[in-house]
């Protein structure tokens, strides 16, 4: 890895960062008159905690990791967005992706005027090691790869991902919103290993916290420096930080719903593959299942009209034909069931 101030912009490096009258001040006190705030209403009446130092004390002990390697975005989305103002050059610099692949990588980069270089998985879903580092130049500032990845669905194989890291001089932004799912591990273990490495994790999926908007971004403490000094103050309201505390004592719960769902999983996939119109069902280590159709068009309108929706990725790079279906709760998955097995029948 090049040395982090060769990575940065320089206006980054210069920042002089916002500092709020709860940086200036933390700890227990008996009147507040430093910031501003509405004496009344409370507790809403003051600024949230910036740093949310309750809820990564919390998830630090739940992940086996330092809170200081912890960093807490609105969704996943702004420390995807964070990474690139910190990091590329706008007109200049450049990112590599895989492709198919979480479509915010090419949004945040476009809104920051980046240029992002992808390259093709195999046929069958596999990284092309030799092939993203190629494309990888001077300017090459950040490498994506979500694993599992949306819409395929599968894990990458982790010796290849690990020569990625290895062997790029950049970052290494690896996505793992949908790992609770998978057989297999998390890289979160070898963060201290690799200090290029940046591993996404999210309450959206397996914590069925997506409506709360929190996500979580680990990386060494330089890099969770970097992103706290460029993110808004307060990005983490006091109602999300109080239902995430709320829900990660809750663990068991969310044990159990990832247990359902992946008996749900293995269910779904063995119904579907009984439907004569449906050509292939796709192994998946997430909480979806991609299938290729006859007509993926077709079948999508149909299921409208039964108020069902699902996700047509027929147009997405390797995916022609395919569908992405959520894995929902048995009753509503029997739903999705019958009107396939109604539009069957009337082919």
């Known amino acids: 890895m090049k040395a982090l101030n060769q990575l940065l912009r320089t206006n980054i490096q210069n920042l002089k960062p916002y500092s709020s009258a709860r940086d200036e001040f933390t700890g227990e006190a008996a009147v507040f008159l430093d910031a501003n705030e509405n004496p009344f209403n409370q507790p809403y009446n003051r600024y949230p ?28 989305d702004e420390p995807i967005d964070l ?61 994506f790869i979500c694993s599992p990845n949306n819409p395929t ?6 010796e ?8 790029f001089e950049g970052i290494v932004v690896l996505d ?15 963060l201290d290993k690799y200090p290029n490495l940046v591993v996404l994790q999210t309450f959206s999926k397996a914590w069925g916290m997506a409506g709360i908007r929190l996500g979580m971004a680990f ?14 103050p307060y990005n983490i309201n006091v109602l999300t930080q109080e239902k995430a505390l709320e829900l990660l004592e809750r663990e068991s719960d969310k044990n159990e719903w990832v247990k359902q769902l992946l008996a749900e999983r293995e269910t779904m ?7 004569t119109f449906v050509r292939k069902v796709y192994p998946s280590d997430a909480n979806y299942i991609l299938i290729k159709v006859l007509e993926p068009r077709a079948v ?30 048995p009753a509503e998955n029997s739903l999705l069931l019958e009107a396939l097995s109604l539009y069957g029948k009337n082919q």
């Not at 290849?160 to 062997?167: A, G, T």
């Not at 063995?270 to 439907?275: F, G, I, K």
């Not at 999508?300 to 279906?325: A, E, N, P």
């Open 49 to 76: 905690d910036p740093y949310q130092r309750m809820v990564k004390d919390k998830i630090a002990e739940l992940k086996a990791v330092h809170a200081a390697n912890i960093f807490l975005g609105n969704g996943s």
């Open 83 to 143: 990474l690139f103002r910190a990091f590329c050059e706008p007109g200049i610099d450049n990112v590599v992706s895989i492709d198919p692949t979480y479509g915010m990588y090419q949004v945040a980069a476009d809104i920051n005027n980046v240029e992002v270089k992808k390259v093709l998985l195999t046929r069958d879903f596999k990284l092309d090691v030799e092939e993203l580092l190629v494309q990888c130049d001077d300017n090459t500032k950040l490498m």
């Open 153 to 158: 669905g599968n894990c990458f194989n982790e």
């Open 160 to 167: 290849d991902i690990v020569q990625l890291i290895k062997r």
């Open 176 to 190: 793992e919103a949908y790992i609770d799912f998978a057989p297999d591990k998390s890289l979160l273990p070898k």
């Open 219 to 232: 990386a060494s403490q330089e890099i969770v420096g970097v992103l706290s000094n460029i993110k808004y």
């Open 269 to 275: 996939a063995q119904r579907l593959e009984q439907l």
């Open 300 to 329: 999508y309108d149909f299921l409208v009209t039964k108020q069902i929706i699902i996700r047509d990725r027929s147009t997405v790079s390797l995916c022609k034909g395919c569908l992405r279906i959520s894995i929902g709760q």
